[in-house]
């Protein structure tokens, strides 16, 4: 059995030139989330669940769970020296940890602490995303917006935590995609999942379809597509929608299958944020080999971003099932 820690270790070996910044920031990552992971299964028991009265910078009501997440990768991340600046879904701005505290810190991280935050109250998985890339601006001047603006393609990190049945914690370094499961008597994330691939194809599309009529119509009728009986090609599919990006997409993964967010009237840029939320799972899709669009069948990790709250509409999953919704949406509009 590999831990977390010792597989980042044998990992670093295979850099020339590896400093063990990046192995420190994935220790803070680590430390965090298993502090998130307590807290998460005492839901139910302490007064942790629900509404904070609060809302964020994008209007949305924030849960007590949220800002506690936030607040525990926010501090574990500042205190290991290797990042310079953090920007989070629950933060307006972007924080700098280069004043004073890290100022030689070669790191940005960009984050959904607590991403389904909804489904906490009805214990129902949730997740922490995470994006991690180099800083721009050159070393001893402050760090600045273009330092989180980076394309998706830059990413030098990218995972998420799951917290579901077991604690999970999948990430990349541009070398493939492992899986870490937490076991919590230990302490310890253990390697479970080495390598994982996302399956070419699969019958399992995730959507809310409550927003369907609102939906553009080449997703109209690729949704459609997936409810019609078709043997050859294992059709109707299944329907399977959590309601928790990290979940949803973590399930696609393991059996092959396709996640859509589209725009729709109430979220005419899609919901999802571009740079929390859409790279760091496209990262992970396209390091398993499968394929993440937006709604202009573009790359999601070509996207060139302008700010650090931006919405994309997001397409992710199996490669054959991207490319058939790709033909859609050429025709459906
Ligand atoms: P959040 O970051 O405020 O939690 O919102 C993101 C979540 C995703 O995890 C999930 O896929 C999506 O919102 C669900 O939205 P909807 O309820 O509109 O289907
Ligand atoms: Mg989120």
Redesign the pocket.
């Known amino acids: 059995m590999k831990t977390l820690g010792e597989f980042i270790i044998d990992r670093q070996g295979e850099y020339p030139g590896a400093t063990g910044e990046l192995s420190a920031l994935f220790a803070a990552l680590r430390l965090a989330s298993q502090v998130v992971h307590r807290e998460i299964n005492k839901a139910g028991l302490a007064d942790i669940t629900g509404a904070a009265d609060l809302e964020n910078v994008?209007g949305?009501q924030q849960q007590k769970l949220?800002i506690y997440a936030n607040d525990k990768f926010k501090v574990a991340l500042a205190a290991r020296g290797v990042v310079c600046g953090l920007a989070s879904?629950e933060e307006e701005r972007f924080i700098r940890f280069d004043e004073g505290l890290n100022p030689d810190a070669k790191y940005v991280v960009l984050i959904?602490p607590?991403?389904?935050?909804?489904?906490i109250d009805v214990n129902v998985s949730?997740?922490t995303v995470f994006s991690v890339y180099k800083r721009v601006t050159p070393f001893g001047q402050p760090i600045s917006e273009r330092d989180f603006l980076q394309r998706g393609r830059d990413q030098v990190a990218a995972g998420y935590v799951i917290y579901g049945s077991s604690t999970m914690m999948v990430y990349s370094t541009g070398n493939g995609v492992n899986g870490f499961t937490y076991d919590p008597s230990l302490g310890v994330f253990c390697l479970s999942h080495k390598n994982m691939r996302l399956p070419k194809s699969g019958n399992i599309y995730s959507v809310?379809e409550?927003?369907y009529v609102h939906f553009p119509n080449g997703v109209k009728k690729y949704i459609k597509y997936c409810q019609v009986e078709d043997e050859a090609t294992n059709r109707p599919y299944t329907s399977r929608?959590?309601?928790?990006?990290?979940?949803?997409f973590h399930r696609n993964l393991l059996k092959g299958g396709i996640?859509l967010?589209p725009t729709s009237s109430?979220?005419p840029d899609g919901?999802?944020?571009l740079l929390y939320?859409c790279n760091p799972i496209a990262f992970l899709a396209e390091q398993a080999g499968g394929k993440a669009i937006g709604d202009r069948q573009q790359r999601i990790l070509d996207i060139e971003p302008r700010a650090i709250h931006e919405r994309s509409p997001l397409f992710v999953g199996s490669v054959d099932m991207i490319v058939k919704l790709e033909e859609f949406l050429e025709g459906g509009q």
Do not use: F
């Open positions: 994008q949305e949220d879904e959904d607590l991403d389904g935050s909804t489904n949730v997740g809310n409550g927003n929608y959590i309601g928790s990006l990290i979940a949803d996640y967010y109430r979220y919901k999802l944020r939320e």
